[in-house]
Structure formats: C-alpha cells, structure tokens
C-alpha cells in the first residue's frame, strides 16, 4: 500500500467519477429510487487509469454508519442548500458494486430532479469520494514501492484506491461509467469479476525521478 497518489492527489481531497444506466426502480408513492453508485468500473484520468476497490474492507461508509447524512448533491454543488437534491436511506456493499436508496427532497429543485430520473431524462450518478491508501502495480500487475524501485513517468502503473470514503454522490448530466446509475437491483447480469475499477497516477514519482535525474 502506499500514501502516494496522482498528480495533485492529498489525502481527504474529494474525487469524482461518473456512471450511468437506466431508471427503472422509481417509486413515486415514497419519492425513492434505487441506484448503483459505483461498480468500479475502468475510468480513465488524464493521468492514467483508476481503479476503486469495492468490497467491506475498502469502502469507508463511516459517514453513514454514524447517523451522518450523505446527500444527494446537483453536479458536485454544494455552495448552497439549492444544490441538495435528496439524501441516501440506505448504502451497502452487494455482489460487487455500492448500492444505494435515494429520497428525493420535496423541494423545487428536489421535485425537479425526481421528475426528470422518473420520465428517464437524466440517469447519471457520479460519486464523491476520497482516498486514503493506494496499490501501485505496474502493467505486469507486480506490487511496485515507489519510495524504493525506479519507475518513469511513462511507465504504465495502476493504483488502486485500497480504502476510500464516500463523501457524497451526484445526478449528473454526462455520465461515464455505463455500467452503474439509476436502476433496478438484480437486473444486470455482471459480475464483480467482470468490473473492475481502474486508476494510475505519477505525482510524487515524477518529482523524485526528476531530482534523481531519471527521465
């Protein structure tokens, strides 16, 4: 495991990737829907490639096992209380991805958002996160220790979020990761072998290599 991570990467920064699918969950009785919020599907950074680690040794839901509340925010807003679209009922771990229940709020904004997910207008969810501990493998998916092997900037490395912490997640509008989003639970055929969340980065790597002379 290591505390290095991409390019302008601190521990507790806020991270945000993007995925979608179908609504096909909604409930307007309860102003509920289900979702996926993350399967960890390949994103691809300008850096490289990330990959999030999904299982209960990984994923911090410290936020909402608490009595804390993780809300549902428009687009990664949160400057004010017109940016709360909703908050999650519930968040767990199952069959390979993080499964959330939205509530829509009942206000403007609110029912503006639960009127587009119901008519299927918009479906993108994309989670906020931070990252507390990375794995480096290299493209032979070898553990690599930066601190002590020589790896260039152009190396393709992966680092894998090992442990993460859900902040919040968003209704947005260009989505990313197909393969997660708004929809019913049950319906997909994947597997948690068939996805895998994907991420490289080079901050703290290139910087050394570049006091090192090594290029």
């Given at each position: ?187 997909s055929g994947d597997t948690a072998e068939d996805i895998r969340a994907r991420m490289g980065a080079r901050a703290r790597i290139s910087a050394r290599n570049s006091a090192a002379g090594i290029f």
């Open positions: 495991m290591s505390s290095i991570g991409p390019r302008g990467w601190s521990p507790g920064q806020t991270i945000n990737r993007f995925i979608d699918a179908k609504p096909s969950s909604y409930n307007k009785a309860t102003h509920t829907v289900d979702c996926v919020i993350s399967r960890g599907s390949p994103v691809q950074r300008f850096y490289g490639t990330e990959i999030l680690r999904i299982d209960e040794r990984s994923v911090d839901l410290s936020r909402m096992e608490n009595g804390s509340m993780i809300p549902l925010l428009d687009s990664h807003q949160s400057g004010g209380i017109a940016s709360a679209l909703g908050r999650f009922l519930d968040i767990r771990i199952a069959r390979g991805a993080l499964l959330g229940e939205i509530l829509f709020n009942q206000t403007p904004n609110g029912k503006m958002a639960e009127g587009m997910v119901e008519r299927g207008e918009i479906v993108g969810i994309s989670a906020g996160y931070s990252v507390q501990s990375w794995e480096i493998t290299d493209e032979a998916g070898k553990v690599v220790d930066p601190d002590v092997q020589q790896i260039r900037w152009d190396d393709d490395l992966t680092f894998t979020a090992t442990r993460w912490c859900l902040h919040e997640a968003s209704l947005v509008s260009v989505p990313a990761d197909h393969l997660s989003g708004i929809r019913s639970f049950g319906t």
